[in-house]
């Protein structure tokens, strides 16, 4: 048992504090994960709003006003930033996958470490995923951002139809 300790001291003097470091391996995966669910809420939830606002003002503009005319082409506009926001949306909530640590990885690859080593890997693979799911939720934050500004249109171009439809 005095070898093991002397061998994983040994091991440990280039980088002693490798075992705090690896309190935070599997909290950046929950971190990740987390990120990932909701950046797709916030997409699912802006294309639902967008949804229930593309049916709902047509309805409600027809109440309204009684001769306002559907065949324009700023409501043609307005269905046009819907049809462009749905694809953004659907293209951003299947863009990209979580990087995690595959079990099967570690049972033919790191089992035959020792402890300090596989806490040392460990640490600079879930770095390394780390880097990987930012940028894919990153890319998922710009359909979203994508998704407002075609939905800020299409709020712009259903008012000025209503404005001059009345």
Not at 76 to 99: E, F, P, Q, T
């Amino acid at each position: 048992m005095e070898n093991i300790d002397e061998t994983e001291k040994d091991e440990g003097s280039e980088y002693p504090s490798t075992g705090l470091a690896y309190e935070f391996v599997k909290p950046s995966y929950d971190w990740m994960l987390n990120r990932f669910e909701a950046m797709n809420s916030k997409i699912q939830m802006l294309l639902t709003f967008a949804t229930t606002v593309t049916v709902a003002v047509p309805i409600f503009a027809k109440a309204i006003f009684d001769g306002i005319d559907l065949n324009s082409g700023w409501f043609y506009g307005a269905i046009i930033c819907y049809v462009l926001l749905a694809i953004s949306g659907i293209i951003g909530m299947r863009l990209g996958k979580l990087s995690l640590v595959h079990p099967m990885k570690l049972y033919d690859e790191w089992l035959k470490d020792s402890p300090w080593e596989f806490q040392k890997d460990s640490i600079y693979f879930a770095g390394k995923d780390f880097e990987d799911n930012k940028k894919v939720i990153e890319n998922k934050n710009l359909f979203r951002d994508i998704m407002t500004a075609f939905l800020l249109l299409e709020i712009v171009f259903t008012v000025v139809w209503m404005i001059i439809a009345s």
